[in-house]
């Protein structure tokens, strides 16, 4: 069975940095996803992706995340990072982690990420 655990949220003031990770259990990061991906959802928002990164080819990111937000596969702990600095208010969400495995979407359950002062 396929499980997404993301933690690292947290209350975080604009200008500060933040890691998530997302530890998969139930599949290999490297042999099974195609690719792995973060998304957020704000408050009374639609979840929007956040980035992407693949097994082959170049990831992308949200052009409001560009050069600030960044994704880091660590194989050997079967996790997913994303590593978050110059934070800004328009940052709060819950954040989720997604996997797409043959075709198959699986998604984490989110962890709420706030920048406030």
């Known amino acids: 069975q396929v499980q997404l655990v993301e933690s690292g949220g947290g209350l975080v003031q604009p200008g500060g940095s933040l890691r998530l990770s997302c530890v998969a259990s139930?599949?290999?990061?490297?042999?099974?996803?195609?690719?792995m991906s973060w998304y957020r959802q704000a408050p009374g928002k639609q979840r929007e992706l956040v980035g992407t990164?693949?097994?082959?080819?170049?990831?992308n990111y949200a052009d409001s995340v560009k050069g600030r937000f960044t994704i880091v596969k660590e194989i050997a702990e079967n996790t997913v990072y994303l590593q978050m600095s110059s934070l800004k208010p328009e940052d709060t969400a819950v954040y989720y982690c997604?996997?797409?495995?043959?075709?198959?979407?699986?998604w984490g359950r989110g962890t709420q990420v706030t920048v406030s002062s």
């Open positions: 997604h996997a797409l495995v043959r075709s198959v979407d699986y």
């Open positions: 139930g599949l290999s990061i490297f042999l099974s996803a195609s690719a």
């Open positions: 990164i693949r097994s082959r080819g170049p990831g």
